[in-house]
């Protein structure tokens, strides 16, 4: 045998060889492949298993309702002052104290005005005696109709002049012109006043005044006699108030409507001044099946959900009605007692097995 065909024989025995090898090798890797296939298919099965969350359909109370900034305004409030000038002799009141209408609060000097009145006063007497005896002599034809005209023209003219006297002296006198809170004194006994200088504020806190302004195309649903509440930051509570007036035009500038309602305040809890959120409902529904918006999903121009029916999601065409923040009411599709999945509405489809990890009731 020659050297190359030592050779070739040589090359001839590796390749069978590496034949055999590989054929030996098959079976193992086909099962391989196999075992691993099934995993896989296993896996798949066990990804289209959906986790979501459901609710329990059931009815309730449907409210439409918006919420505005507002304020809390006195029912009514006023600066005191005098109307004459002249220095301040008596303060009659307690800052921060309650007042009542009529009560004086504070006196000018009317001393001058006093003598005046008492001058006056004197003379009245003699007057009136005046009178009488000229009207007996005009009776006896004793005088003429005109000396009686003359006296009694002096009488009147003197009470008219008591009358002012007096009305001056009452300028002199600050009086409260309703019940109400008086606030901080501005000024003491002995400085001198005049109509400018304020002496202190005087509120009335009961009942309360609540303003704020609606959007123009909410100026129509809000009327005397609408009723509201409004919230206040710090206190869980809600207080009812309740529409009185409105303004008579629309804000060309701000498309808002000013508004405004009454609060009894009974006790004077709260005080004016303070920012407040008000709560007005447009529209309220009973027994009306509400669900979260986020649950329903747009398709071809309609309105469908998924409910969770033996393990397994299935559509449902579904009509709306009123909308709000939160929550869309249906009007049609939906049954008290089912189950609507609530979450991973995206990758929901027809059949789609699910499990549910919780359900609000």
Sequence with gaps: MNKKTK???????????????????????????????????????????????????????????????????????????????????????????????????????????????????????????????????????????????QVRTSLETLKAE??????????????????????????????YASPTTIVSKLTRVVPLKVEFSVPERYSDEVNPGTSLIFNIDGSLKSFPAKVYAKESAIDANSHSMTVRAIYANTGGTLMPGRYISVVLKKQEITDAIAIPAEAIIPEMGKDKVFLYRSGKAQPVEIKTGLRTDAVVQVLSGLQVGDTLITSGTLQLRTDLPVVLDHVEL
Excluded at 173 to 179: I, N, Q, T, V
């Design 162 to 191: 008591i009358e002012i006297v007096k009305a001056q002296i009452e300028l002199t006198e600050l009086r409260a012109p309703f019940d109400g809170v008086i606030g901080l004194r501005q000024i003491s006994v002995g400085a």
């Design 7 to 149: 050779w070739g024989l040589a090359i001839f025995i590796v390749c069978c060889l590496v034949v055999w090898g590989i054929y030996s090798q098959m079976p193992k890797q086909n099962e391989e492949l196999q075992t691993a296939d099934k995993v896989a298919q296993s896996k798949s099965k066990e990804r289209k298993v959906l986790n979501v969350n459901g609710m329990r359909i059931k009815t309730g109370n449907l409210s439409d309702e918006i919420q505005i900034p507002g304020i809390l305004l006195p029912d009514e409030e006023v600066d005191l002052s005098f109307e004459t000038s002249g220095k301040i002799v008596e303060i009659n009141f307690q800052e921060g104290s309650y007042v009542t209408k009529g009560q004086l609060l504070a006196k000018v000097n009317d001393r001058q005005l006093q003598a005046e009145l008492r001058r006056l006063t004197a003379q009245l007497k003699l007057a009136n005696d005046r009178v009488d005896r000229q009207k007996r002599l005009l009776q006896r034809d004793a005088v003429s109709q005109e000396a009686y005209e």
